[in-house]
């Protein structure tokens, strides 16, 4: 690899570890009660798009798929419709 090359990729493994660090900390915040919409992690990296919005749908999915099975044999219902999304919010 020629040092071009060794840049791009230097910098597109900083890109991936900012935006699984990104999403780690809003999948963390609602657990200390703090609410995060994907449209307010989005505003403040626009950069990061739109890796960062794929990511951030990856995410909401595996935390919907994990209260659902935490919540399985429970009454309540659980969906993934239900917990991926404040109201109104929307990626484009």
């Known amino acids: 690899m020629d040092g071009n090359a060794n840049d791009q990729a230097g910098s597109a493994t900083r ?3 900012e935006i699984r660090r990104i999403v780690a900390d809003m999948l963390r915040r609602p657990g200390e009660g ?3 919409t994907d449209a307010q992690v989005i505003a403040e990296h ?4 739109p890796d ?10 595996i935390l919907a798929a994990r209260l ?10 659980f969906t993934a419709k239900t917990i991926t999304r404040a109201p109104n919010d929307q990626i484009d």
């Open 15 to 17: 890109r991936d570890g």
């Open 52 to 61: 960062l919005a794929t990511e951030l749908v990856k995410a909401r999915k």
């Open 34 to 36: 703090e609410q995060i």
């Open 46 to 49: 626009p950069a990061l798009m």
């Open 68 to 77: 659902a099975a935490d919540h399985a044999d429970d009454d309540s219902r």
